[in-house]
């Protein structure tokens, strides 16, 4: 964990409240309250919500650390794991991807102002396929250099890497969320076609993952409905103006029929 332990900083913000209450915390301040946390992480699981004992049951089984943590729940599906040695620590970074019940466990260094609240999760992990992918490529190595040109590569299928499957190639990979995702992935002179795996999670009109239709705040208007809609408009317009004389033609045309109808009564009663 970073530990700022400026000074100048905080006593000169106090100097000027604005109004507001201020408390300002000294550099011994900070490292007295940063020192117990030292060896810490923040995690989340994607993608499914667990209970606390649940959670932290599965994450003895997988880490086995040397000695107890303390999981604690922040908010927003974050917890904090606090370690006693820094050994676990390590462990924990240098063996990561971890996965939970299938789901990837998004694992980064403790912050010392972090708020569950306005954290964003940037990055998400994900399932793709290759589908009918030549065998000759069902290489570690250049499965290594396909996912990590996708995005970051967490771990490959155990049939993927026995080559085992021959009808798709599976792996997991860390994408962000600030950008659409490819179609495909060119493979030396190869085109490969890339199938992204979970239901509502890719958002093809964006191509955005991480949420469906009803949440997407990208706006897309391509100029071809944008104009069909103002030809339409025109159309209905024209339709109109063309509309009104025919009505006032048809108009003239009774006005005339009924004062013949009326002189020819009017000769009859004569007669």
Same mark, same amino acid.
């Not at 620590?89 to 260094?109: R, T, Y």
């Not at 954290?119 to 396929?129: D, E, N, S, V, Y």
């Given at each position: ?7 100048? @900083?905080?006593? *000169? ?6 109004? @507001?209450?201020? &408390?300002?915390?000294?550099? !011994? ?18 993608? *499914? ?32 794991? !606090? ?22 466990? /998004? &694992?980064?260094?403790?912050? #010392?102002?972090?708020? #569950? ?43 993927? +890497? ?20 490819? +179609? ?20 093809? +009109? ?12 990208? !706006? ?5 409905? /944008?104009?069909? !809609? ?24 009774? +006005? ?16």
């Amino acid at each position: 964990m970073a530990i700022d332990t400026n000074e100048e @900083e905080d006593e *000169k913000a106090s100097e000027d409240p604005e109004g @507001e209450f201020k &408390v300002p915390v000294s550099g !011994k301040d900070k490292l007295r309250i940063y020192y117990p946390w030292r060896f810490s992480i923040i995690i989340k699981l994607l993608g *499914k919500k667990i209970l606390h004992q649940v959670l932290k049951c599965k994450l003895i089984d997988l880490w086995k650390p040397t000695k107890a943590f303390s999981l604690i729940n922040v908010g927003e599906q974050y917890y904090i794991v !606090k370690f006693n040695k820094e050994e676990n620590l390590e462990n924990i970074l240098q063996k990561e991807p971890w996965f939970v019940f299938g789901h990837f466990l /998004s &694992v980064q260094c403790s912050e #010392p102002n972090f708020v #569950p609240a306005t954290a964003k999760q940037i990055f998400t992990a994900i399932w793709i396929r290759l589908p009918h992918l030549p065998t000759k490529f069902y290489d570690e190595e250049i499965l290594k250099k396909v996912g990590n040109t996708v995005g970051r590569l967490l771990k490959a299928d155990a049939c993927t +890497s026995a080559a085992l499957r021959g009808r798709y190639a599976r792996l997991c990979v860390e994408l962000s969320l600030d950008k659409p995702v490819k +179609s495909n992935v060119w493979i030396g002179t190869h085109q490969q076609q890339i199938l992204y795996e979970g239901e509502n999670l890719l958002y093809k +009109s964006c191509g955005h993952l991480g949420h469906t239709a009803r949440q997407c705040n990208i !706006k897309i208007q391509s100029p071809a409905t /944008s104009s069909s !809609k103002n030809s339409s408009v025109k159309k209905q317009s024209g339709q109109e103006q063309e509309h009104f004389p025919k009505k006032r033609k048809n108009g003239r045309q009774l +006005s005339s029929t009924k004062k013949r109808r009326t002189l020819m009564l009017l000769t009859e009663s004569h007669i």
